[in-house]
């Protein structure tokens, strides 16, 4: 089956910083990637996702690209804010399959 | 618009006393559905998913088991609550198309004392 995995596990920067969260998949027919945010004590929410037949995608301060051939995608948050303090999740999900695999999360501290 | 509804909340239960929680979903047919744990909250482990009413994928053997007696109807159950079973408990949809997103609900905090 599909495996995710997701780095780094924490990740502290100051307000005004970039982020960078990275994942791996091992299923190359995996062809959705979302990523999820999550604040404390409440469910995941989508923030962005891509498909495979898209190389970035860019949502005001917040752009995920995907390299198909690595098999590996990252999110990137510009301008941090500190109510952008959350656990990341990256998940994939291969063609003909209904779930999602997800990766261990990120917890995003931002700094004012 | 599409809404999902877990509930309680949160729980405390004691060792070896049954469980079930509830999620339903409302304005949308035939979603797949999903039961997720998230253990010391970090990563989301799959439990159950359903396609169908009546049709249940277990991901991980255990303490727990799921049903859906209706189209929008998930319920997670357990007869005897073991303190491994402590954690946050996670309900999702989705559409009946692979590589779509999934919506969560709000979660139950199990403790298990």
């Known amino acids: 089956g599909e495996n995710v995995e997701q780095h780094p596990s924490t990740l502290s920067v100051q307000e005004g910083d970039s982020a960078v969260i990275k994942c791996t998949y091992s299923?190359?027919?995996?062809?959705?990637f979302p990523w999820y945010k999550q604040e404390l004590g409440k469910g995941p929410q989508l923030i962005i996702d891509?498909?495979?037949?898209?190389g970035e995608k860019k949502d005001q301060r917040i752009a995920v690209t995907l390299n198909k051939t690595a098999k590996h995608f990252s999110l990137h948050i510009t301008e941090t804010q500190p109510e952008d303090s959350a656990v990341y999740f990256c998940?994939?999900?291969?063609?003909?399959?209904?779930?999602?695999?997800f990766g261990k999360g990120t917890m995003l501290l931002v700094s004012p | 618009s599409q809404t999902i509804h877990q509930w309680p909340a949160t729980l405390v239960q004691p060792v070896g006393s049954p469980l079930s929680l509830e999620c339903t979903v409302e304005?949308?047919?035939?979603?797949?559905l999903y039961w997720y744990r998230q253990a010391a909250g970090r990563g989301l482990q799959l439990l159950f998913y359903s396609v169908g009413i009546g049709q249940i994928s277990s991901e991980v053997p255990q303490n727990l088991s799921a049903s859906r007696p209706q189209d929008r109807q998930f319920i997670l159950s357990s007869k005897k609550l073991l303190l491994s079973d402590s954690g946050f408990y996670l309900c999702?949809?989705?559409?009946?198309?692979?590589?779509?997103?999934?919506?969560f609900g709000q979660g139950t905090r199990l403790t298990v004392v």
């Open positions: 299923d190359s027919a995996s062809n959705y």
């Open positions: 999702a949809w989705s559409v009946r198309t692979s590589g779509t997103e999934a919506f």
């Open positions: 998940a994939a999900s291969t063609s003909g399959y209904s779930t999602l695999t």
């Open positions: 891509i498909r495979s037949n898209v």
């Open positions: 304005g949308t047919s035939n979603p797949n």
